[in-house]
């Protein structure tokens, strides 16, 4: 026992340590290494075993993976970690959250055996293959009608709003899915559901997977963190205001009018701005490691097949400025439905907007955060379930990401149960149309001058 201990502790000694840009480097598939809680791990080995493909341990590879590690992975899992050791991370390039608490240990175990003793497998659902397929078949049939009747400005309107209505949803089911892993176990058919993403939308799910999965979920509502609420610099000016170290300017006075307007560019936004990160491979503070051959295949082939379906095979049927109208009409109605159903979540003043300390650590436990930052709403109404892809149940989707949107249903009551037992405070508003307003009231309550004013 004395010459194991031994062994031990000059196995420790020996240990290298890395820094944060260090680790970073270390990011390709034969030399993968991630940190989790202060340690080094190289999985470069594991690479290949993974059974979540290998597309998705290099999503982290040079990462701190801790929370997203945490939320997809069950306890028991961390201990195939500790043969991959290698090291200590020394510093810290994203903020940092304590042990986890109590609360989050009880919340999985109660999810846990809740499909566990209902026999449900949490990436499982069938009928969420029907709903892919009628969203998608939906979509290419408005498509096809606004060709057939494009002469009709009526009907040619209906067919644009339907086009892009259909096309939100399919981004909102297939692609949200995929992008959690969250269809099935098999990594193929993430691959194949999350492709629509990149065919059909033309953006890059790639990118998305950055944002979504490394940015915006482990970090929610963090200042410099979180690519979601990414705003110029403090004392520069942005478009909107939606946090109070933003330098006031008299426009913002009605944001609240124009702002929503505004969302009905974020498609078009999206898709450019794929460019500008795939070559600076930074979103923000999020880092991206350099894509695959494939990956820039499926990016690249992705582009082109939707400007085909946009604009090329539509043009040999209508004229130039039927195709612009009824895109920019089916572009406005993708947009608004995305770009509303994301932000009446998060961006509002009922939900906290943490600050860590000056050593970038976050004073609450991940889980914590995640129901402090995070707004519910209409989760009884199958309608909101539906056409919003679950969002309507977004803490039991932050809580737990890696399961598939129909479950979350029978999830967000054992949430509350929970939040009240711990006493924490469960963001929520009985319809979908008081949540949007607690955004609109958000946007003006920050474009007032006196808010700056009575902060200062």
């Given at each position: 026992e004395t010459s194991t201990t031994l062994s031990k502790d000059k196995r420790e000694n020996s240990m290298r340590t890395f820094t944060w840009r260090e680790l970073s480097r270390l990011n390709s598939r034969h030399?993968?290494?991630?940190?989790y809680r202060g340690k080094v791990y190289d999985v470069s080995g594991f690479v290949a075993r993974h059974p979540g493909g290998v597309d998705q341990i290099l999503l982290g590879a040079g990462h701190d993976i801790t929370k997203v590690f945490e939320s997809y992975h069950k306890e028991e899992i961390v201990n195939i970690l500790e043969k991959f050791y290698v090291g200590e991370l020394v510093d810290n390039e994203m903020p940092v959250f304590p042990k986890t608490s109590e609360f989050y240990s009880t919340l999985k175990k109660r999810v846990e055996n809740y499909f566990k003793s209902n026999n449900i497998d949490p990436k499982v659902d069938y009928w969420m293959f029907v709903r892919y397929a009628a969203f998608l078949t939906l979509t290419f049939t408005s498509w096809y009608c606004l060709i057939l009747f494009h002469t009709s400005w009526v009907l040619g309107l209906f067919f644009s709003l339907m086009w892009g209505f259909f096309s939100a949803l399919v981004a909102m089911t297939c692609t949200h899915d995929s992008s959690h892993f969250a269809v099935t176990h098999r990594p193929w058919v993430w691959k194949l559901v999350g492709s629509v993403h990149d065919f059909h939308s033309g953006t890059s799910i790639h990118v998305w997977r950055y944002q979504h999965v490394l940015g915006h979920h482990p970090f929610t509502n963090i200042d410099g963190a979180d690519p979601d609420i990414v705003t110029a610099a403090a004392e520069a000016p942005d478009i909107r205001r939606i946090k109070l170290n933003q330098h006031w300017l008299p426009r913002y006075f009605y944001q609240h009018i124009y702002i929503p307007i505004l969302y009905c560019f974020l498609g078009i936004k999206t898709r450019l701005q794929d460019f500008h990160i795939l070559f600076t491979l930074r979103n923000s503070n999020i880092r991206l490691n350099p894509p695959t051959t494939t990956q820039w295949l499926v990016i690249l082939c992705g582009k082109m097949t939707h400007l085909t379906i946009r604009f090329i095979i539509p043009y040999q049927f209508m004229p130039l400025t039927s195709l612009l109208l009824y895109n920019?009409?089916?572009?406005?109605?993708?947009?608004?439905?995305?770009?509303?159903?994301?932000?009446?979540?998060?961006?509002?003043?009922?939900?906290?907007?943490?600050?860590?300390?000056?050593?970038?650590?976050?004073?609450m436990d991940w889980a914590e955060l995640q129901v402090a930052t995070t707004h519910d709403y209409a989760t009884d109404s199958w309608f909101w379930t539906v056409f919003t892809?679950?969002?309507?149940?977004?803490?039991?989707?932050?809580?737990?990401?890696?399961?598939?949107?129909?479950?979350?249903?029978?999830?967000?009551?054992?949430?509350?149960?929970?939040?009240?037992?711990?006493?924490?405070?469960?963001?929520?508003?009985?319809?979908?149309?008081?949540?949007?307003?607690?955004?609109?009231?958000?946007?003006?309550?920050?474009?007032q001058d006196d808010i700056t004013k009575k902060d200062n």
């Amino acid at each position: 026992e004395t010459s194991t201990t031994l062994s031990k502790d000059k196995r420790e000694n020996s240990m290298r340590t890395f820094t944060w840009r260090e680790l970073s480097r270390l990011n390709s598939r034969h030399n993968a290494h991630v940190a989790y809680r202060g340690k080094v791990y190289d999985v470069s080995g594991f690479v290949a075993r993974h059974p979540g493909g290998v597309d998705q341990i290099l999503l982290g590879a040079g990462h701190d993976i801790t929370k997203v590690f945490e939320s997809y992975h069950k306890e028991e899992i961390v201990n195939i970690l500790e043969k991959f050791y290698v090291g200590e991370l020394v510093d810290n390039e994203m903020p940092v959250f304590p042990k986890t608490s109590e609360f989050y240990s009880t919340l999985k175990k109660r999810v846990e055996n809740y499909f566990k003793s209902n026999n449900i497998d949490p990436k499982v659902d069938y009928w969420m293959f029907v709903r892919y397929a009628a969203f998608l078949t939906l979509t290419f049939t408005s498509w096809y009608c606004l060709i057939l009747f494009h002469t009709s400005w009526v009907l040619g309107l209906f067919f644009s709003l339907m086009w892009g209505f259909f096309s939100a949803l399919v981004a909102m089911t297939c692609t949200h899915d995929s992008s959690h892993f969250a269809v099935t176990h098999r990594p193929w058919v993430w691959k194949l559901v999350g492709s629509v993403h990149d065919f059909h939308s033309g953006t890059s799910i790639h990118v998305w997977r950055y944002q979504h999965v490394l940015g915006h979920h482990p970090f929610t509502n963090i200042d410099g963190a979180d690519p979601d609420i990414v705003t110029a610099a403090a004392e520069a000016p942005d478009i909107r205001r939606i946090k109070l170290n933003q330098h006031w300017l008299p426009r913002y006075f009605y944001q609240h009018i124009y702002i929503p307007i505004l969302y009905c560019f974020l498609g078009i936004k999206t898709r450019l701005q794929d460019f500008h990160i795939l070559f600076t491979l930074r979103n923000s503070n999020i880092r991206l490691n350099p894509p695959t051959t494939t990956q820039w295949l499926v990016i690249l082939c992705g582009k082109m097949t939707h400007l085909t379906i946009r604009f090329i095979i539509p043009y040999q049927f209508m004229p130039l400025t039927s195709l612009l109208l009824y895109n920019g009409i089916a572009e406005m109605a993708v947009s608004y439905w995305l770009a509303l159903i994301f932000q009446i979540s998060h961006v509002v003043s009922e939900v906290e907007w943490p600050k860590p300390d000056k050593d970038n650590v976050v004073d609450m436990d991940w889980a914590e955060l995640q129901v402090a930052t995070t707004h519910d709403y209409a989760t009884d109404s199958w309608f909101w379930t539906v056409f919003t892809g679950a969002l309507n149940h977004q803490v039991a989707h932050h809580l737990f990401p890696g399961v598939i949107q129909s479950h979350y249903r029978k999830i967000t009551p054992i949430v509350k149960q929970t939040c009240e037992e711990f006493g924490l405070k469960y963001h929520y508003v009985d319809t979908t149309r008081e949540a949007l307003g607690c955004h609109i009231e958000h946007l003006r309550k920050l474009g007032q001058d006196d808010i700056t004013k009575k902060d200062n």
